[in-house]
């Protein structure tokens, strides 16, 4: 299948990769030295796009381009190179407030759908370190700043209605992105679709189940319906632990293509619902012998605390923010600027934060469901190599997930997520 | 104060329409003869446009075109030319489904922000019309499909949500007539600003407690949010009874240059809310001896009958487009096609109407609150002379439509309101 590109774009590779760096005076610079003393390495181990490590004698960089297709897939799934621009822009927007919390950027090129920026080392994906026990004491509070400021800042409750629809216009064009999430997560696990995966024939009957179970379809079309009729907050649109780069000292938050605004509960239920399948996916490395940097039990209670102390972090943060910057049109500050009106207002921000945290539940739960009977897997479970082990790690997982999707209200706050991840992980299975 | 407009832009006068007109050969064909035989009247009472009718011996028309400023307010007070085009978009977009609600749309001209479309007659302003006491036996059914056709068929229940999100981006460019709505109704009648006005002093008591009544603030917001973060549907925007014009055979709705995507409750509530406030009027039309057609009471009774029959027939079609035609994104057909799912999205379909209803009635009492506290008054309640009586319809409807925002929840279905509406109004006030 042939793809037709705009002209001026044609896919890099490593000597392109040197002479579309070298054409850019600021970057010439940064790297030093002549063009042919840079190393080029291609490391793209995503599903979609194309990066290049950049390293010269005085620094480094990276580019990210697009590609025409999914890149997991080739030429048959195209995918619209247009996702580069809306990562570069959500990088922006979301670079204003989180500062170091993302890669800087340092140039975007719009007819090669190409963003460089900052070099990560010696950070590592989160998810890998976690599936070798790996602690990252900062990473509870960089995610909940992260999802604080971009949650908040981005939003009608920091800015004035005019600047979010300008925003909410531009971002409505990354449609082909917003479909895979539509399909693959809301969709797709629920019904027969070649496209799906799962551990077969050990998860067969679960699968059926879930293919028959009206009240979950239809707490998850709620969900979805959410997902594509609600403009809260510029979101990430893909924020698991695959799109965190970490050292134990330092966080980043990288690749943003699936930005769009949206309910910020996505970005919240991503965040504790890939916590919770690594949680689940422990007993599978514990029992296979794999080594771990910490004690797998131990492990486990730090994933849980970090889900605590990611959510008590980001509502306290959120909180903050509302409070001392709650300059939006959201909740007006002059219509509740009196005594009785700041009290009434401090109420109604610990009730949004529970209907939020309401929210974020339900999205964890569809997140962690799609990992297991959908597409695209997480290495979490999937090195999990017995498929005996691996399925009871993602039948209790499941089980947990379900609870999340059909009986959000009934969690009324984090730890009763904690405390029920801990029983069903206890219970024989 | 000058104002910048585009080149090819100058407001009209009645002999330049006459020359735009004609320089549109279908439109000269339509109206036939030479120009000089037609006659042009200027006839736009409303707050912010030109409106001209144009004659001809075989045929008419109506152009209307955008000034750069309010005209209720002068230049003093700009408002872009762009909301033409936003209103000739609404109604391509709704004329798809709702045939002859709307007036036939002939041409726009996107450099003069004109739209030329069919001329009504003998149709009049409904408001006008409910003063005089007039009974529109088709209203009820003509607005309920009205409102069934827009509010399902341009939502991801009928639609793809690409095809929503490309809609979805053009609306939010409306961004100057949403923030009107924003400012006018969810937030100046809540506190003190020059703009408003309200019958004085007699409801100066009235007017200070909504000020200090920090829930109903609260309540107010979490209505403004729903408006600034949904985008559900295509909403007319401003659907009013002075959006209606109609004979008692016939009914349009017009002027939906407020329109953009947002929650299906706002124009369901503006159709209830200003019902309700006709209902509370009568009672003052009465009182001044303000002839009817119908007797007052008989008139009252026909009014809460509207109500009722509109939501009743809203419902009602809604679920048959859902039914029928719920080929979207949302609630995806295949996943409830088997036997248990189709009933368990029935029952869904029923309680999904029970929440509408409720966002309908909030948005109901925002509608009534700024009629009587804001900038922009009804002249229902604006006809009644004395402002004694013209006040005591006012406290009335003021107080189910306070009602109407704070205890949503406690009305189940619409005969609870129009029968708490029948308390309100017999009460002592």
Redesign the interface.
């Given at each position: 299948m042939q793809l037709q590109t705009p002209e001026g774009y044609h896919p890099l590779d490593e000597a392109g990769v040197k002479a579309f760096v070298a054409a850019l005076p600021s970057m010439s610079q940064r790297l030093g030295g002549e063009p042919t003393a840079w190393s080029v390495g291609e490391v793209g181990d995503g599903n979609l796009n194309l990066v290049f490590l950049v390293d010269g004698p005085d620094g480094s960089c990276c580019v990210k381009q697009s590609l025409p297709y999914v890149r997991l897939v080739g030429p048959d799934w195209p995918m619209p190179l247009e996702r580069a621009f809306f990562e570069h822009e959500c990088m922006v927007d979301h670079g204003r407030h989180v500062g170091r919390l993302i890669p800087e950027v340092y140039h975007y090129d719009p007819e090669m759908f190409a963003i460089v920026m900052e070099k990560l080392s010696p950070h590592i994906i989160m998810r890998q370190g976690m599936i070798n026990g790996v602690v990252y004491p900062k990473f509870a509070s960089d995610i909940a700043e992260y999802c604080a400021q971009t949650l908040f800042k981005t939003?009608?409750l920091y800015l004035p209605?005019?600047e979010?629809?300008?925003r909410?216009?531009?971002f409505?064009?990354n449609?082909?992105l917003?479909?895979i999430t539509?399909d693959l997560i809301f969709?797709d696990p629920?019904?027969q679709n070649e496209r799906n995966r799962w551990t077969s024939p050990q998860l067969d009957p679960v699968k059926a189940a879930f293919e028959?179970d009206?009240?979950l379809?239809?707490a998850i079309?709620r969900l979805?319906?959410k997902f594509?009729?609600?403009?809260?907050a510029l979101l990430h649109g893909d924020l698991h632990t695959g799109s965190v780069m970490l050292t134990p000292d330092d966080t980043r938050i990288i690749d943003p293509e699936f930005a769009f605004y949206g309910p910020r509960g996505f970005d919240l239920g991503a965040v504790i619902g890939n916590l919770l399948i690594n949680y689940f996916a422990q007993d599978g490395h514990a029992a296979e012998g794999r080594p771990s940097e910490t004690p797998r039990a131990e492990y486990q209670a730090w994933v849980l605390e970090t889900v605590e102390a990611f959510w008590t972090g980001f509502r306290a943060r959120f909180i903050e923010f509302w409070e001392a910057e709650g300059t939006g049109?959201?909740?007006?500050h002059?219509?509740?600027a009196?005594e009785?009106?700041r009290?009434?207002?401090a109420e109604?921000r610990e009730r949004f934060m529970d209907v939020l945290l309401h929210d974020a539940l339900g999205f964890a739960g569809a997140k962690m469901i799609r990992r297991i009977l959908g597409l695209a897997h997480n290495i979490d479970l999937e090195w999990i190599e017995d498929p005996d082990i691996r399925a009871k790690c993602e039948r209790k997982c499941l089980s947990l997930a379900r609870e999340l999707v059909l009986e959000t209200g009934s969690f009324n706050d984090i730890t009763a997520v904690t405390r029920r991840a801990r029983e069903v992980a206890a219970a024989a299975g």
């Open positions: 939003s009608t209605a005019e979010v629809k300008q909410v216009a531009v409505a064009g449609t082909e917003c479909r539509e969709t629920y019904r028959a009206s009240e379809k239809l079309s979805k319906l594509m009729g609600s403009t809260e049109d959201g909740y007006p002059d219509l509740f009196d009785a009106g009290s009434a207002l109604e």
